[in-house]
């Protein structure tokens, strides 16, 4: 996607849903530039995906960010699906068609990883229809436009595991 060419599209697109599990559920055209100016532009370190039905219909967006990570570190996916098209497998899709996109592209990538809010229980099946492995949980993270404040979880999934199909498991059980 070329965001400085589909610039006012994806503006139109961000405020034409409500997005109830990112940082603000109901964009107004301002929010939006903003959010395209921060996080959508060259200079974000990031690229960006429509994910188009019928050649047509920008149905949803994918995203990775975080790009100067790839060497040594965790780039992040961002995921937003039309409200009328959630629930029907596009998320999932897209994210491994992202995740194989990433460990195709860049050699070099170990790690893929992603956030979402403990409420959002679509997300969090994505991920794991995906074989990213929960791997954090920031308590009281992630302030939703709902007044409550949610946990953050943590997903990723490793090249190995990737490449293999397999699942690493997170030890959890060496604390002292």
Not at 22 to 45: C, K, M, R, T
Not at 61 to 69: H, S, Y
Not at 73 to 89: C, E, F, H, Q, Y
């Amino acid at each position: 996607m070329d965001v400085s060419k589909e610039r006012s599209e994806i503006l139109d697109w961000l405020c034409s849903e409500t997005w109830p599990h990112h940082g603000n559920e109901h964009l107004s055209p301002q929010q939006a530039g903003e959010l395209i100016d921060q996080h959508f532009s060259p200079a974000s370190d990031g690229i960006e995906f429509w994910i188009v039905e019928d050649g047509v219909d920008h149905v949803g967006m994918v995203r990775i960010f975080d790009l100067d990570d790839i060497d040594d570190g965790t780039p992040l996916i961002d995921l937003r699906v039309r409200a009328s098209k959630r629930n029907i497998g596009i998320g999932t899709w897209a994210v491994r068609w992202l995740t194989n996109y990433a460990f195709t592209n860049w050699p070099n990538l170990n790690r893929l990883g992603g956030t979402t809010r403990s409420d959002n229980i679509a997300m969090r099946k994505v991920f794991q229809h995906c074989s990213y492995q929960k791997e954090g949980r920031f308590r009281q993270g992630w302030p939703g436009s709902d007044g409550h404040i949610h946990d953050t979880l943590f997903y990723s999934i490793l090249r190995q595991d990737w490449a293999t199909g397999t699942i690493t498991p997170v030890r959890w059980d060496e604390e002292p």
